[in-house]
């Protein structure tokens, strides 16, 4: 199969889990409203307009009427894939700032300039548990000391093996009856390969390590989907 073909299939499959809400994207649409507005309309009046970095921004069907409305001075969507890229930029239509459109890994994401709101949605999990670590370090190094971190993904409880988490999502997903039984062996197959949540306690003393403070600003019904709010200590 053509590497495009593969592309399409796994995404109209994620695509089809955004439109059932079975990861409660609309949830996790409304917190990033709230936490982005509320920070936004604590900032000093006199603060440049905030530039923003999307890492692992998708085709952004979750975050574009967001970005649409925020008064942003500018965004960065960056991607490991890059047939996404032109789907975002579609989705995200006119906006009045500049925007950026980057092809690249988020673990080895730089910024020239310290960025005023890092967001990230379901990607971070990919990267092995050192290579959060890691990420958590360097994006540490490029956020602004006013600046915020949204993450949002799925989480492991604390003390959780992957294996018991992997075996209670896929539960989960053996019961989205919205997906054909196709669909659902995609999800379950990428979940095999792809996924690595992090340890949710873990997680927040690396962070704190790495000179972050953690807020859980959302958390989901499934004890897996969650949103963090991180900010410079
Ligand atoms: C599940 S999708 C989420 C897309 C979007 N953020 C959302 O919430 O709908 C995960 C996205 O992260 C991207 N991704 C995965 N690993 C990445 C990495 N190491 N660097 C950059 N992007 C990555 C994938 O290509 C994909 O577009």
Not at 107 to 113: D, F, H, P, Q, V
């Amino acid at each position: 199969m053509r590497n495009l073909d593969f592309f399409e299939r796994q995404w109209s499959t994620y695509r089809a889990v955004l439109s059932h809400d079975l990861m409660e994207h609309r949830a996790v649409e409304e917190a990033t409203a709230t936490a982005l507005e509320h920070w936004l309309m604590g900032r000093r009046p006199e603060a440049s307009p905030a530039r923003m970095v999307d890492l692992g921004c998708g085709d952004l069907a979750l975050l574009a009427p967001l970005l649409r409305r925020l008064p942003l001075g500018s965004d960065t969507g960056l991607d490991l894939t890059a047939a996404v890229l032109p789907l975002a930029e579609q989705n995200l239509g006119s906006v009045p700032y500049p925007v950026h459109w980057q092809e690249g890994d988020l673990l080895r994401w730089k910024s020239a300039e310290p960025v005023d709101i890092l967001h990230s949605a379901f990607a971070i999990h990919h990267l092995s548990d050192p290579e959060k670590a890691t990420f958590l370090r360097a994006a540490r190094q490029h956020i602004a000391s006013d600046g915020l971190f949204i993450w949002v993904d799925v989480f492991r409880e604390p003390g959780e093996t992957r294996e018991a988490y992997l075996a209670r999502y896929i539960a989960r997903v053996r019961g989205w009856s919205a997906l054909r039984g196709d669909q659902q062996e995609q999800v379950i197959e990428h979940l095999r390969q792809c996924d690595i949540p992090a340890d949710r306690a873990a997680i927040e003393t690396e962070a704190a390590a790495a000179g972050w403070h953690w807020h859980w600003a959302w958390q989901g019904s499934h004890r897996a989907e969650a949103m963090a709010v991180l900010t410079p200590t």
